[in-house]
């Protein structure tokens, strides 16, 4: 059965740093471009990034409000997924998932991981 | 970037009622939409992806419509698992985004 695993969320100060990880088993992992979406505590969702695979280059794609501040990346030689977050703001608190991304819609999604930014 | 619309918000329903939400793309994107449902504390689900392709293993009462920039996905019968919050993402150009949601309750 395909199954992504989300771990590394927790309390951080502003600032600070966390490095979420997303582990993938029952799929070919190395194939696959993935992404990152996030919830805001009763918000919607909202789009993080994505790194496509290595066949397709393995460029990283991430929006305004995170770009030089979160970083993502693979190893597929052991089947993870990785978001480096860095100068950590109060409002990217959020439930982070980790999502197969299919190019035109993600497929499978983690169960997610919380971080919270908070003093 | 492409700002999506959703509409209602909220609304309240019945079993069996027949359910229609919109979503509207500030801009053009052919058929790149797609609908998510979640239920609280769990992971968004793929419903319905390139605006009207069902996802294997979903119930044939949901159907999507649309193309351009206004869609609608349709519950044609309402069972009491589809109380939920329903997303719809266009996938066209990044940075990928998300409607704000539609919350169908009882």
């Known amino acids: 059965e395909a199954q992504l695993v989300e771990s590394g969320g927790g309390l951080v100060k502003p600032g600070g740093s966390l490095r979420l990880s997303c582990a993938a088993s029952g799929f070919t992992f190395r194939s696959l471009w993935m992404s990152w979406v996030r919830q805001a505590p009763g918000k919607g969702l909202e789009w993080v990034g994505r790194?496509?695979?290595?066949?397709?280059?393995?460029?990283?794609d991430l929006p305004a409000p995170v770009k030089g501040r979160f970083t993502i990346s693979r190893d597929d030689s052991k089947n993870t997924l990785f978001l480096q977050m860095n100068s950590l703001k109060p409002e990217d608190t959020a439930v982070y998932y980790c999502t197969t991304d299919l190019g035109l819609y993600f497929g499978i999604w983690g169960q997610g991981t919380m971080a919270t930014v908070s003093s | 970037d492409i700002q999506m619309t959703q509409s209602p918000s909220s609304l309240s329903a019945s079993v069996g009622d027949r359910v229609s939400i919109t979503c509207r793309a500030s801009?053009?994107?052919?058929?790149?939409l797609n609908w998510y449902q979640q239920k609280p504390g769990k992971a968004p689900k793929l419903l319905i992806y390139t605006a009207s392709s069902l996802q294997s293993g979903v119930p044939s009462t949901f159907s999507g419509s649309g193309s351009g920039t206004d869609f609608t996905l349709t519950i044609s019968s309402l069972q009491p698992e589809d109380f939920a919050t329903y997303y719809c993402?266009?996938?066209?150009?990044?940075?990928?985004?998300f409607g704000g949601g539609t919350k169908v309750e009882i």
């Open positions: 993402q266009q996938s066209y150009t990044t940075p990928l985004t």
């Open positions: 801009q053009f994107i052919s058929a790149y």
């Open positions: 790194i496509k695979s290595k066949t397709d280059g393995g460029t990283t």
